[in-house]
C-alpha cells in the first residue's frame, strides 16, 4: 500500500487510488480482445453489409479472421476464468479470512459478506438511480452522491461478467461443434449462433455507446478517462461521481477541512450561468 | 427512344465505319473456327432487336470462348440448324445433340443425353414416378437455367495444390505428348475436373435463382428460401466471403459419388438428405468425420420465422428485446445526461 497511497497529492492536486495494477492489466486484456472479436466477428454477423468484406480482409479474410476470432476467444475465456479465480482469492483474503480471525463463520455471515462486496448491487443504487432520475429531469439540482463503485460501475462490471459466460459458453460450443454435439442435439448449434452473435451485438453496443459515454465522450472526462491506465482518478471526477466515498476517504485520512463541495461548486451558480468556469 | 440529330447520326455512322476499318485492318485472326463464324461474331458490336423487342448480343469473345470446356467444339457442332453463311434466325442451342466429338472411352459420338435421364428422375424432373407432368412444370429447370459455357479451372499440383497450371507437371507432360495443344486441353480438361468449376458462392447464386424466388417457393410450397436460409449459416457466411472450402449445396444434397443431376427429394430413401442418411452428410472425410450424427440435426435452412421454426424465432426476439430494453434506456440516460450538462443547477424543485 506504500507504492500506491489512498491519496496521491501531484502539482497540489489530488487523486484517488481506484484500481490496482493487476486490476489495470485485467482491464486492458479485456479491452483488446474484445474490440478485436468484435471486429472480426461483426464482418460475419452482417456478412450482406457493405463494408463487411473490407473490414474482414483487414483481418485475412476467410482463412485468416476466424483463426484470430478463436485466439482473442481462447484470450478471453482464459481471462475469464483467472478473473474468478482472482475474485474468488480477493474475498477470501480480504473479507472471509479476517471474519474467521474475529468472530468465526456460519453460513450466514459468509453470504453476508459476499452480499455486501463492493460490486455487489444494492439499495443504495436503486436511491441513486431514482435520485439521477430526478436530476435529470429537473426535479432537483442535486446529483446522486456516488459510492465507491456507482450503479453505472456495477452496470459495467455484470453486463460483461454476464455476457462472457453467454458469448464464451456458446462460442466454446461452436468452436468445438463436434464434441458439443456426442452429449447434445445439434440444434443447439443453432440457438448458440444465435445467442453468440445476439449477445456479442448487445455487448458491442452496450460498451461503445455506454461504457465509452461514461469513461471516454462525457464532457466531464472527455477525451478520455485515465483511471484505466494510471488507476487514480482526479478529485474533480470523484467529487462528482462518488461523492459518498470520497467524503469517507477525505474524512479518513484526515482532510475534512479540504473536501470539496459536491459536483464542482453547485453554491457559486450565479458565475457559472454567466459562462465563466474554473 | 428519340432520333438522333442528322449531324450526330452522320459522325456516328463515320465512327463506325473507321472502327470497322480499322478492326479489319488490324486484328489478327486467330480463326481456329473451322466455318469461319468469327469472321462476323468477333465484333463486340454484333447485335440485332429480336420479335420480342430485346436486344441480343452475339459477340463471340475468342480468347474466352477457348479456355471455356467446349473449346475443341465446332459452333456447327452446337448450332446444328445452320448450314450456311450468312445464316438465318438461329434456333436455340439444344444440349442434348451429339457433337462431334469422339468420347474416347467408349469412341462413340459425344453427347449430354445421359443427363437428361439422370435429371427425369430426380427431384427437379418435370415428370412424377406415374408418368405424369408435375404442377407448374414450367418452373422446372433445363441445361441452360443452371449452366453456362464454363470457363477451364485447372488445379496446379506440384509441391503444392493450388489454383492454375503447373508448368512443373507439364514438363512431364512433354516427355511423351508432343502436340502442345493437346496437353494444356488435357491437363486442363482432368485438373478442372478434379474439383468444382464454380466456388459455393456461384453455386447457391444458381440456385437461389428458384430457390430464393418467393413465388416459385410458395407455389411448390418449399419450407424455405433455401440460398437466403443457407446465407445465415457460418457455411453460407464463408461462402459470401470466397471461401472454397465449405459446403455448397450440392454437398449435401447429392449423395457422394453421384451426379448432380440425381438430386432426390427428401422422402426418397436413396437420398442423401432422407432422414435415415442426413448423418452421413456432416461426418464425411472432408468436413467433420469426428462429429456424431447428431451434428445433422443442426437446421441449415432455420429462418427465424415464427411459422418455420417457433423455438428460433422465441430465442431471437428474447435477445431483441433484451438488446433493445438495455439500450433504448440508457441511450436516453445519456442524451439527458448530455442536455442536463448544459443547465448543470436548473430545477423546478427546492433549489440546495
New interface residues.
Partial sequence: MEKYPLIKIKDGEKFFYRFTHNQRIQHIILAVSVVVLVLTGM??KF??AAWA?YL?ALFG???YAPVIHKVFGAILVALFAYHVVYLTYVIHKFSILPLKKKEGLTTMKVLKAIATQPLVPNLKDAKDIGQ?M?????????RPRGDNFTWKEKFDYW?PFWGMLIIGGTGLI?WN??LA??I????L???S???HS??A??AA??LF??HW?NVHF??SVFPMGTVFITGYMSEELMSEEHYDHYVKIMTEAGLEHEILPP?GG?ED?ST??GGASS | MKALPRASRLIALFCFSVFLLISFTFTPSYAADVGNCLLCHKYPGISRVDEEGKLRLFYVNESIFSNSVHAKVKCEGCHTDIKKIPHDVAKKVDCLVECHIIEPSSEKKFSHKDVKEFLGKSVHGPIDKEGKEKKYIEDYPTCKDCHDNPLYRPLSFFKKVRPGISEASLGRCRVCHKKEEFIYRFYNHVTTRLHKSRNPLNIAEVCARCHDNPEIVARHEMSTKAVFSY?E??HG??A????ERVPDCLDCHISKGESVHQMLPKEDPASSIHADNKGKICTNIDC?P???P??????VH?E?NLKQ?P??YF??VF??I??GG??LP??F??L???I??F??????????
Avoid at chain 2, 240 to 243: S, V
Avoid at chain 2, 343 to 352: L, V, Y
Fill in positions: 464482418p460475419l456478412h450482406d468484406p474482414y479474410g476467410i482463412h439521477l430526478k436530476y435529470l429531469f429537473y426535479v432537483t439540482n442535486v453486463a461452436m461443434k463436434e454435439t456426442m447434445m442435439p445439434g440444434e448449434l443453432n440457438f449462433i444465435i445467442a445476439d449477445e451485438l448487445l453496443l452496450f455507446i455506454w459515454y462525457s464532457i459536483h453547485q451558480e457559472e450561468e | 446465407g449459416t457460418f457466411k464463408a459470401r466471403f470466397l471461401d467433420h469426428s462429429a456424431s447428431k451434428l445433422a440435426k443442426y437446421s432455420a427465424f421454426s423455438a428460433q430465442f431471437t435477445f431483441i433484451l438488446t438495455t439500450l440508457l441511450m440516460i445519456i439527458l445526461d448530455i442536463r450538462r443547465f448543470p443547477n436548473a430545477t423546478i424543485g427546492r433549489r440546495k
